[in-house]
C-alpha cells in the first residue's frame, strides 16, 4: 500500500513562506492498493492538484472516501477537475454529517449562491455510497469505518490490505485526559499494531485547554496513543492553520523525543504535502 499526501492542513489553506516545507492545501491524502486500485481521503484543497495529474493520465475511476463534511474536508470538490469530464466515474463514500447524509451535504455546497454549477448537472457519474459501521472493500482495500470524536461526527478508517494496516484518523478528539468517556480505549484498540497511523494533531499542551471539546487532540495524545497501541509510524496530520514549517518541526523533534525516551522504535513525522510512504 502506498500512501501520499495533497493536502494536510487543519480548518482552512494558507499560503506563505512560512508555510512552504509542510505546505498549504487542505486534508487530502490518497491510497494506492498493490493492485493499482487508488482511493483519495477526503477532498480539501489537495484534491485539486490530484485532480489536474490525474486528468491528464487519463484515468476515468476515482474513489472518494470522506471523513465528515466540514468545509476544509470537502472545499476542494468543486474544483476537483474530474466532476466537469463526461467520462468520469466518481464513487463517493460517506457517512451520516450531522442530521444528513454526505451526499445531502455535497448537493447544499454545489449550488447558487455558493457555486454556479449545480452538482446533478455535472458531466461526470457520480454515485454515492452511504457508510455505516460495517466494513466495505474498494478494490483489495479492506475499509473499517471507525466513529470519530468530533463536532457533527465523522469517520475515520482502518485500511487493510495483505495483512497491513493504515489508520486515518482526523479531526478526532482523544480526550486522554477523560477516562470516563471509553473512547481512547476505543481507538487504542483499533490502532493496535498498525503499520502507519496519521492522525489529528492540531494542537500543543499549552493549546489544548482553550480548544477542549472542540474535536481536535493534542499531538501528545496522538503520540501516547501511537506507543501504547504499539504503532509502527505514526504521522502528525490536521495542521493547525498558523503553524509555521519552523514550529512544525519543533513538534515533530518533540513528538521524536517522546517515543525515544519511551524506549519505543515508532517512527514518527509531520504529514506535509507530498509526503509519501509505502508499508
Ligand atoms: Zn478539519
Ligand atoms: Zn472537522
Redesign the pocket.
Known amino acids: 500500500m502506498r500512501i501520499r499526501c495533497w493536502g494536510s492542513r ?2 482552512f489553506p494558507v499560503s506563505g513562506m512560512e508555510f512552504i516545507r509542510y505546505g498549504g492545501d487542505t ?1 487530502c491524502v490518497e491510497v494506492e492498493s498493490s493492485k493499482g486500485d487508488v482511493v483519495l481521503l477526503d477532498a480539501g484543497t489537495g484534491i485539486r492538484a490530484f485532480g489536474n495529474q490525474f486528468a491528464a493520465a487519463q484515468e476515468k475511476v476515482v474513489h472518494l472516501v470522506l471523513s465528515h463534511a ?1 468545509l ?2 470537502i472545499m476542494g470538490f468543486p474544483y476537483f477537475q474530474p466532476i466537469y469530464d463526461e467520462h468520469a466515474i466518481l464513487n463517493i463514500y460517506g457517512g451520516q454529517c450531522g442530521a444528513g447524509s454526505m451526499e445531502t451535504a455535497l448537493r447544499k455546497l454545489m449550488r447558487p449562491p455558493y457555486f454556479p454549477v449545480d452538482l446533478s448537472a455535472l458531466p461526470a457519474e457520480i454515485n454515492f455510497h452511504e457508510v455505516g459501521a460495517d466494513t466495505f472493500n474498494i478494490g483489495v482495500l479492506k475499509f473499517t469505518p471507525i466513529r470519530l470524536n468530533h463536532p457533527n461526527g465523522g469517520c475515520g478508517y482502518r485500511i487493510e490490505e495483505k495483512g497491513k494496516v493504515f489508520i486515518f484518523l ?2 478526532n478528539e482523544l480526550q486522554r485526559d477523560n477516562p470516563d468517556t471509553g473512547l481512547y480505549e476505543y481507538f487504542e484498540g483499533l490502532c493496535e499494531k498498525a503499520d502507519l497511523l496519521i492522525h489529528d494533531a492540531e494542537y500543543t499542551e499549552e493549546e489544548y485547554p482553550q480548544h477542549e471539546s472542540w474535536g481536535h487532540s493534542k499531538y501528545t495524545d496522538v503520540i501516547k496513543l501511537a506507543l501504547a497501541a504499539e504503532v509502527k509510524r505514526v504521522g502528525l496530520f ?1 495542521l493547525n492553520a498558523l503553524r509555521t514549517d519552523d514550529q512544525m518541526d519543533a513538534i515533530v523533534a518533540d513528538a521524536k523525543k517522546i517515543i525515544r525516551e519511551s524506549g519505543a522504535a515508532t517512527e514518527c513525522f509531520g504529514i506535509g504535502t507530498g509526503f509519501e510512504v509505502v508499508i
Do not use: I
Open positions: 487543519g480548518s486534508a466540514h476544509d474536508h482526523t479531526d490536521h
